[in-house]
């Protein structure tokens, strides 16, 4: 049997994370054909076929696959699942949406975040906001996953490309849902969840105002994108999808800055696997210290400001 790996994509670029999950899908072992489902996606599927270890890239376009809505993607991932006995997707807003479903339709248990993989039915996921990790074997006979892209390198690039085969998808999913519009934010820096370099502030910037003379000086200079802790963002300081932590994004970059986070597991849980911690927090027994390769006690309105000078 295969792997079916549903592609992270918006049409015209593929996604880091679809490559991340690829290493995945390639320590779980056989053969892995990817699927793009969505409307002129050609560009995503041939970026996907240049990818190392793909047997196959699978496009599926129709009008219905375009916004990538649960009912009509999950029931084309339905369909095509007889073929395989692991489906698998980054852990994205879109595939926590799509796959549990496909999961219910199947009559199968979902394994999400996976941070690890054991073996072909074994996996390893965090629970209790990282502080414990879970093993899991699936007995089912298809094994759905989400895979926390942050744990896994990006699969290199092939020498050659996999063959793109056009799929047929049908109307199945009927019409519970349908698109209204996107709302998305525009911004000249890296994306969150992608980033190398990643600045963040939390609730001790006081103010919106603060936030932004602060920390985006450091960020630019860097490079860097702006992350934010749930209590800045809960205070104004900072717009949602700048949220880390277990209920905003997962991160893993080389280097994170944390400015005035004490270090609530809340935000522990979305990046602490980041190579290189530096915290700045004038609390000496603050707990982001704890996870912190250096630390530096003082005040971030004086140590920011120097920073971004000696930079």
Do not use: W
Not at 189 to 204: C, D, F, H, T, Y
Not at 247 to 276: E, F, N, R
């Amino acid at each position: 049997m295969a792997i079916l790996l549903i592609a992270e994509h918006d049409g015209a670029t593929l996604s880091e994370h679809t490559a991340r999950a690829l290493t995945a899908a390639t320590q779980i072992g056989g053969d892995v054909d990817i699927l793009i489902a969505g409307k002129n996606a050609a560009a995503a599927a041939d970026a996907a076929a240049g990818l190392a270890g793909v047997r196959a890239v699978l496009l599926a376009e129709a009008d219905a696959l375009e916004h990538r809505l649960a009912e009509p993607t999950a029931a084309l991932i339905t369909a095509m699942a007889g073929d395989y006995d692991t489906i698998l997707a980054p852990a994205s807003s879109s595939a926590k949406n799509i796959l549990p479903r496909v999961a219910a339709l199947l009559d199968v248990m979902q394994v999400s975040d996976v941070i690890e993989v054991v073996s072909r039915d074994t996996f390893k996921r965090p629970i209790y906001a990282g502080n414990a990790i879970e093993v899991v074997q699936s007995t089912d006979a298809i094994r759905v996953l989400t895979i926390r892209s942050s744990s896994f390198a990006a699969a290199a690039a092939s020498a050659s490309a996999a063959p793109v085969k056009q799929v047929t998808a049908g109307a199945e999913g009927g019409n519970l849902s349908s698109f209204v519009e996107n709302l998305l934010s525009h911004s000249d820096r890296p994306e969150l969840g992608s980033a190398k370099i990643i600045v963040s502030g939390g609730r001790a910037l006081g103010s919106q105002e603060r936030f932004s003379e602060i920390i985006n000086p450091i960020a630019d200079k860097l490079g860097a994108a702006v992350g934010a802790s749930r209590a800045a963002v809960d205070a104004g300081y900072a717009p949602n999808d700048f949220q880390v932590g277990q209920t905003g994004k997962v991160v893993a970059p080389d280097l994170y800055l944390a400015c005035g986070i004490s270090g609530a597991i809340q935000h522990l849980a979305g990046m602490k696997d980041s190579k290189i911690i530096v915290a700045i927090n004038n609390d000496p027994e603050a707990p982001i210290f704890q996870v912190a390769d250096y630390g530096i006690v003082g005040d971030l309105f004086e140590v920011l400001p120097e920073l971004e000078r000696q930079l």
